[in-house]
């Protein structure tokens, strides 16, 4: 089955400066990979998706690119702000009958003042 | 607009007790349900999905069952809880696998 690596388990950066996200999946045939964001006590929110027909997609601060012959995804953000902290989670799934969604193992980002 | 319920919020159990989670999911139909833990400081791991009513898929074999007796209640249960089970347990929904999911609230269950 699936199998999502996700790194760094903990990163710390400047406020300001950018942050770097990194995944990994096993299944050649996923095509969807959202990112999440889980800010403290509170529950996962998608944050920004990308489909294996794309490479890269921006929204913002935000950035996410794939490498689908690589098997790997990451996130990017730039800027850095202090509501930038939280848990980042990568995702990936496949479009077919075995509707499942696997996660990787989650960033804690912190932004330092 | 769609919403999803899960309950209680919070839970402490003793060990050897069951457990009861409920999630129910509104405004939408036929959507997959999902049931993850989320152990301290780690990942969100997928404990059961379903596509269709009293259809479960089990990722990983453990005391804990799951159920969906209506299309849009997902139950979790466990008929003896142990301490291990103590988590921070999700329940989501998507339209499809390939679509974003939307999470409950969450329930803390301390097993003691």
């Known amino acids: 089955g699936e199998n999502v690596e996700q790194h760094p388990s903990t990163l710390s950066v400047q406020e300001g400066d950018s942050a770097v996200i990194k995944c990994t999946y096993s299944?050649?045939?996923?095509?969807?990979f959202p990112w999440y964001k889980q800010e403290l006590g509170k529950r996962p929110q998608l944050i920004i998706d990308?489909?294996?027909?794309?490479g890269e997609k921006k929204d913002q601060r935000i950035a996410v690119t794939l490498n689908k012959t690589a098997k790997h995804f990451s996130l990017h953000i730039t800027e850095t702000q202090p509501e930038d902290s939280a848990v980042y989670f990568c995702?990936?799934?496949?479009?077919?009958?075995?509707?499942?969604?696997?996660f990787g193992s989650g960033t804690r980002l912190s932004i330092r003042p | 607009s769609q919403t999803i319920h899960q309950w209680p919020a919070t839970l402490v159990q003793p060990v050897g007790s069951p457990l009861s989670l409920e999630c129910t999911v509104e405004?939408?139909?036929?959507?997959?349900l999902y049931w993850y833990r989320q152990a301290a400081g780690r990942g969100l791991q997928l404990l059961f999905y379903s596509v269709g009513i009293g259809q479960i898929s089990s990722e990983v074999p453990q005391n804990l069952s799951a159920s969906r007796p209506q299309d849009r209640q997902f139950i979790l249960s466990s008929k003896k809880l142990l301490l291990s089970d103590s988590g921070f347990y999700l329940c989501a929904w998507s339209i499809t696998e390939n679509t974003e999911a939307f999470f409950g609230q969450g329930t803390r269950l301390t097993v003691v």
């Open positions: 299944d050649s045939a996923s095509n969807y």
């Open positions: 990308i489909r294996s027909n794309v």
């Open positions: 995702a990936a799934s496949i479009d077919s009958s075995a509707s499942k969604i696997i």
């Open positions: 405004g939408t139909s036929n959507p997959n």
